[in-house]
């Protein structure tokens, strides 16, 4: 696999000035020169290095991306489809549906009777936007919204959509959004991991989620999202094993220093001081992320904001404060993951469980960032893989019906981060079938959360295997419609 | 210096001012010096206002030329345009990766009808002007090509400023001279067949072991280097006992080779490792990178899949050095050659590695075309080096790989009788086609599969249906976009698919790869050979022998191990054995500040690498020197401690495979490569140091050094577990504390201890006694780490304390690393 140009050439850097500074410099320093880009400082302006530059001045820094796992409707929650009301139960008409491919799972149906929501839709906010009453408190942050109704993707099934959005590809090995960021930008804080995990489960139908979503693809293992757990461990193998408390810890390392000197001072390696470097940074990261995960000093009313839930580790709820903590401290790509959305059959019964357990938290930390300010810098994105049927998968009764994954239209949303505010999108038809105003293609969405970061998605790229990678392939337009 | 001007820059870049990427690059000194003033003059033009101007000019005078001057020593910079320009090594690398994208092999991406990747095509008239031309040899000022890179006018300059590259000062000089000289294309060098080349004489002959010597010799002697004295015995033998084993090597061997002054002791050494059960395994994780293997099916709910027993043939085949060629064939055909067995149809389950979706709702065929394609994929990279992908949606780019090709490869691989989904989660563990393992197998022809109990056994395999499938272009490599019917054929710019000498199915397929003509297979083998030995092949681009891969930094040794390789009877031990025993491999890996200036990637070969460990051998070497290593071979996948809740936070639900449940007893010690590989979420240590999640093949692993790794060493319970069963062993010996020390250093490190390092640890250890004499109650909690039944012992208090000492030698830089 090659280094990319910038790192070759940084690497051949590094290794000159060591032999130019005759390697009398400190541990300390000559590791953040050995290893820059890693974990760096907020504090200390002058240890972001190379990584960590924009090609051109943006305001949103960090990302929060609220991934609801399994695709939920969106006809049961931004886009607003009366007619399908009205229609109940006919046959979607096949000029609608036109050449669509289908999922084995209705492919065989005779009929496509089409369903319009349950749930009934209002307008809230001065922007009027379009809301189901499963979402009542995202009713209430319209304004601080951008939806996007004209998601569009290529994929229409779980894996190889979930693995398009996260990736831009739909099959192999590709690095993922946030390690992209995390490789182009680097982190703000040299003791924190630069794109982090998290997982929370619902309690809808749900598809699983796997770590090639978050994996760094043919770019350096640093930029893997490092995965926090609700378990004993925030990270893993992160707490120290019983009988061996910091002041130990410390003392231990104290030796493996001393030991690792020597070492260098037989086979003059400098990749043993970055070694040696890397154990510090380990060690800070033991204190750091401890407090970090510890919400117990969180005030009551925050607690409130997001929920009670928000105090049972692993929860969603829990998940978004934690979101808004790592990247209140400088943590460039948070990743959060909600199974359950997948709601084939007895999406009456489903779905209103799914949304009480998104709706609150995700509106909170909205506010939440919006109050502390941070808010203009935070690109907050919420949304699945892809949309599903207007039809009924299955036999539709008055009560209940399901929806089968479908690929042309979904809905998005995002806040903050340099996108307009209080604006929907796009259009749909009237069925909600089909696009007619105003396309966004995942590798557009792609392109613009990049452009919002600061980068230009056709010049971030990384040479492997003979071809510059970027995470648009060849494709990606800028949504210019939805920048503030 | 670096640092402050970065600095400075992002405070202007914070005040507004428009400072871009490229000025930052410019500043760190990261601008090759032989661009001299222009780009400094560009890059100040894109700033409007006269005063940033002129603030940029001034830091660039004050910050950017000191920096340059002790800054990036680019080859390039202080390079000297060579006498005789060479196409294959000065001129294609710049017009592949420049031009070829719009004046190359794809046709359909070709601008203005030029392409530039053959002499004809860049000869001839150009379409609209036809008395102008792209290329005039000899007369650069006549040449298109020329004119356009020098060009000052933005709208003709090639290639176009959208495009974000330009050629540098150098390269434009070196296309100059190419054209003067006469422009001769020459074939891309890996598509020639390697030529036999005259063995170099060199000037320091009493250095040379073998015929790998006078080569990398003769090439530090050109460069100005010379080579590093040989390394210490201690060093060595851990060195390639893990190159060799991917284990430590025992006390006993530390012993008897050190005490062996003979000059044989060496080559002994060599010839018992080679005969180790171990060897095999050891050649066998990268192969199984290679195939990617796995435990499961890969997409998804991702079920149990039992494809094991094709990995422990791989282990056999090494064992039992079968030819490459022979090892080759049956992965490829073992089920269509003549003397076909049992065994030859088990090594067919290398075409079934690949990942098989068990998603409900998916279109069949859309996922067995893209198992075929994975096969054709795999094919072309592992065997031949080569991005076969690139071709599947439209001609490669770079290579003389057409869509046409690929999918005249791909027919090869198309006719399995299989689905594209068989069944949702855990409807089969063994899709078909496939062979059941039976008692009489094991008993007989298979007798190396390490079956455990009764149940049965079934393994994926290859077949071909009977009536054949036809095979279409598919149109932008969509399933169902049928395009033109295409016939068995390779890419005829590697060699010609001679249907007179290759049969039309993978059997022939298996003969052309194999074929004395083909100028990849046999390459492509040594130089991943030679990258796990030294860790960077003499092609870095292991996956890409291509035009965009880089070029070898040795090719006439190169074609003289392929060569060589094949005129023995593709014998791999052989091969390993050569590479080990020369004196490039057997030199000492001490750096000095002047050798890190001149080569810093270590390119000719005048010292040893250093290099981490790779991700199963850390396991197996905490393992083994700590006394806990199960040896045992083979046999289904094992599942050592895990984190808790790793698979469960992650799975759909659904399944044999969502909740992890862990092996206890000696299955917690075997060797890492068999640890389980759900592919969803493959074991989290392992991913932590750079092994392939096993998605697709993969050739080549990174090697980084993170902090989660420094974590793993710190807290993983296998690593506590394994310092504590040390220490209590130890401590039970009647030996001086100085001499139990000293034994763990030994066993970990490979050697002894120094006087600094005794010190340090003799303090140390009595240090831990004191703290834990205060503190029993800890020591109890500390030394319970691991299922590993605990010695009867009096003194907790020592084991404990020796234990924290072991496991700070298990965490030293040099541990894990081979020197």
């Known amino acids: ?484 | 210096m670096l640092i402050k001007v970065v600095g400075v820059l992002k405070i202007l870049q914070k005040l507004g001012m428009n400072i871009n990427w490229e000025m930052i690059k410019l500043t760190q000194g990261l601008w090759p010096r032989r661009r001299g003033i222009e780009p400094i003059r560009r890059l100040c033009i894109q700033l409007k206002s006269i005063s940033e101007r002129y603030l940029y000019l001034c830091m660039v005078m004050v910050l950017v030329i000191p920096v340059g001057m002790t800054g990036c020593q680019s080859s390039e910079g202080t390079a000297k345009i060579p006498d005789k320009v060479d196409f294959n090594f000065h001129i294609r690398p710049i017009l592949s990766d420049r031009c070829f994208t719009c004046h190359g092999p794809d046709a359909s991406q070709r601008k203005e009808d030029l392409r530039l990747d053959t002499r004809e095509g860049a000869l001839a008239a150009l379409k609209d002007y036809e008395d102008r031309y792209a290329i005039v040899p000899h007369n650069p000022e006549a040449s298109e090509v020329f004119l356009r890179v020098t060009s000052e006018d933005t709208s003709l300059v090639m290639p176009p400023v959208s495009s974000n590259m330009k050629l540098s000062e150098y390269e434009i000089k070196l296309i100059k001279k190419w054209i003067e000289q006469g422009a001769e294309f020459k074939p891309h060098w890996s598509l020639v067949p390697p030529q036999m080349p005259t063995i170099p004489t060199v000037d320091e002959a009493s250095w040379i072991t073998n015929e790998i010597d006078y080569f990398t010799l003769k090439k530090m002697e050109e460069v100005g280097l010379s080579p590093n004295p040989k390394a210490d015995k201690v060093h060595l033998l851990k060195r390639v006992s893990f190159d060799l084993l991917g284990l430590p090597p025992t006390l006993e061997i530390q012993q008897k080779f050190l005490s062996d002054d003979s000059p044989e002791a060496y080559e002994k050494l060599i010839d018992e490792l080679l005969t180790s059960q171990h060897y095999g395994e050891k050649m066998a994780i990268h192969w199984l990178d290679v195939a990617r293997y796995a435990d499961s099916h890969g997409y998804q709910d991702d079920g149990l899949r039992t494809m094991w027993p094709w990995r422990d043939w791989v282990i056999h085949a090494f064992n039992q050095n079968y030819p490459y060629d022979q090892f080759l064939t049956w992965q490829l055909a073992g089920d269509l050659i003549p003397d076909k067995t049992r065994e030859t149809i088990l090594a067919t389950g290398f075409n079934r590695n690949h990942k098989i979706t068990q998603e409900g709702g998916v279109i069949d065929e859309e996922y067995r075309i893209e198992y075929v394609t994975d096969r054709t994929n795999t094919f072309g990279k592992a065997f031949l080096g080569l991005t076969f992908e690139c071709a599947k949606c439209h001609d490669h780019k770079y290579d003389p790989i057409s869509q046409r090709d690929y999918y005249s490869t791909f027919a090869f691989f198309n006719h399995v009788p299989e689905k594209g989904i068989v069944g949702t989660i855990d409807a089969s563990f063994a899709d078909p086609p496939n062979m059941e393992i039976t008692d009489e197998d094991l008993e007989k022809v298979l007798s190396f599969v390490n079956k455990k109990d009764t149940a049965t056994l079934e393994v994926m395999v290859m077949k071909d249906s009977m009536g054949l499938r036809d095979t279409h272009i598919l149109t932008r490599g969509n399933y169902d976009a049928k395009g033109e019917k295409v016939a068995f054929a390779t890419p005829e710019a590697i060699l010609e698919y001679d249907t007179t000498r290759f049969e039309k199915n993978r059997l022939g397929l298996a003969k052309w790869l194999i074929s004395r003509d083909n100028p990849l297979t046999s390459r492509v083998l040594v130089n991943r050979i030679w990258q796990e030995i030294f860790g960077r092949g003499i092609v870095k681009t292991s996956g890409d022998f291509g035009m965009q891969g880089e070029l070898p930094t040795h090719p006439e040794l190169l074609d003289w191990l392929a060569l060589d390789f094949m005129n023995n009877g593709w014998d791999m031990k052989r091969l390993v054995k050569l590479i080990v025993m020369s004196s490039t491999y057997t030199q000492s890996s001490k750096l000095d500040k002047k050798a890190i200036e001149k080569d810093p990637e270590n390119l000719y070969l005048a010292r040893s690498n250093r290099i981490r460990l790779g991700a199963e051998m850390v396991r197996d070497h905490v393992l083994a020197s700590s006394g806990l290593l199960n040896p045992e071979i083979g046999g289904p996948s094992v599942k050592p401690y895990q984190p808790e809740g790793v698979w469960e936070s992650s799975t759909s639900g659904r399944g044999l495979l969502q909740t992890y449940i862990q092996d206890h007893g000696g299955d917690l010690y075997r060797r890492g490569m068999y640890t389980f590989i759900k592919r969803t979420v493959p074991p989290p240590v392992m991913l932590m140091y750079d092994a392939s999640n096993r998605d697709q093949c993969e050739v080549r692993r990174l090697n980084t050094n993170t902090p989660l790794q420094a974590l793993v060493m710190l807290n993983d319970p296998t690593v506590l577990e394994a310092s504590r069963v040390l220490s209590e062993k130890l401590i039970t010996e009647h030996i001086p504390i100085e001499e139990k020390i000293e034994k763990a250093f030994q066993l970990i490190l490979c050697r002894a201890s120094v006087e600094e390092e005794k010190t340090l640890l003799i303090n140390y250890y009595n240090e831990e006694l004191q703290r834990f004499s205060q503190h029993p109650q800890e020591a109890n909690k500390f030394i319970t780490i691991g299922e590993f039944p605990a010695k009867e012992t009096e003194d907790k208090i020592q084991v404990a304390a020796l234990m924290q000492v072991i496991h700070t030698v298990y965490n030293m830089e040099e541990a894990i690393t081979k020197s």
């Open chain 1, 1 to 484: 696999m090659e280094k990319p140009f910038l790192e070759h050439h940084l690497n051949i850097n590094r290794r000159h000035f060591l032999g130019k500074l005759g390697l009398g410099v400190g541990g300390v320093a000559l590791g953040s020169m050995l290893a820059p880009g890693i974990f760096k400082g907020t504090t200390d302006e002058a240890e972001s290095v190379p990584l960590g530059f924009k090609h051109f001045a943006s305001k949103a820094k960090r990302i929060i991306y609220l991934f609801q796992n399994g695709a939920p409707s969106q006809l049961e929650s931004f886009d607003y489809k009366p007619t399908l009301n009205k229609m109940f139960g006919e046959d979607l008409p096949a000029s609608v549906r036109g050449e669509q491919r289908l999922t084995g799972m209705t492919a065989n149906q005779s009929k496509f009777p089409l369903v319009g929501s349950k749930f009934a839709f209002s307008q809230y906010g001065q922007s009027g936007t379009w809301v189901s009453e499963l979402f009542p408190n995202i009713a209430k942050i319209t304004d601080d919204i951008c939806v996007i109704k004209t998601m569009h993707t290529e994929a229409i099934n779980h894996d190889p959509a979930l693995t398009f959005m996260q990736t831009g590809a739909q099959v192999g090995n590709r690095p993922s959004m946030g390690a992209w960021l995390s490789y182009g930008l680097g982190s703000e804080n040299k003791n924190l991991p630069a794109f982090c995990v998290l997982l929370s489960r619902g309690r809808g139908n749900g598809q699983g989620v796997y770590s090639k979503l978050w994996t760094n693809g043919f770019l350096d293992s640093i930029h893997q999202g490092v995965q926090f757990s609700s378990g004993e461990d925030p990270i893993l193998y992160l707490n120290n094993p019983e009988g061996m408390d910091m002041g130990s810890r410390k003392k231990m390392l104290d030796q493996l220093e001393a030991l690792n000197e020597m070492g260098y001072q037989e086979f003059g390696d400098p990749e043993i001081h970055a070694k040696i470097q890397q154990y510090e940074m380990a060690y800070r990261m033991q204190t750091a992320v401890p407090e970090i995960t510890d919400i117990s000093k969180e005030p009551d009313h925050i607690i409130k904001m997001y929920g009670p839930d928000c105090l049972v580790p692993g929860t969603y709820a829990a998940n978004c404060l934690l979101a808004r903590k790592l990247s209140e401290s400088g943590v460039r790509f948070i990743q959060l993951y909600h199974q359950g959305w997948d709601q084939h059959g007895n999406l009456v019964g489903e779905m209103p469980l799914q949304a009480q357990d998104v709706d609150r938290a995700s509106a909170a930390l909205v506010t939440d960032l919006k109050q502390r300010g941070l808010l203009d810098e935070t690109l907050v994105i919420w949304g699945g893989e892809f949309g599903r049927t207007n039809y009924c998968q299955g036999k539709l009764s008055d009560g209940n019906y399901g929806r089968d994954h479908h690929p042309r239209c979904y809905s998005l949303w995002m806040a903050g981060g340099g996108v307009k505010a209080g604006i929907s999108y796009g259009e749909t038809d009237e069925f909600g079938y089909n696009i007619i105003k105003d396309p966004v293609h995942v590798h557009d969405l792609h392109a613009t959360i990049l452009h919002l970061m600061g980068l230009n998605h056709e010049q971030l790229t990384f040479k492997h295997l003979g071809r510059r990678f970027r995470l648009t392939d060849v494709h990606g337009k800028l949504v210019n419609g939805i920048l503030a």
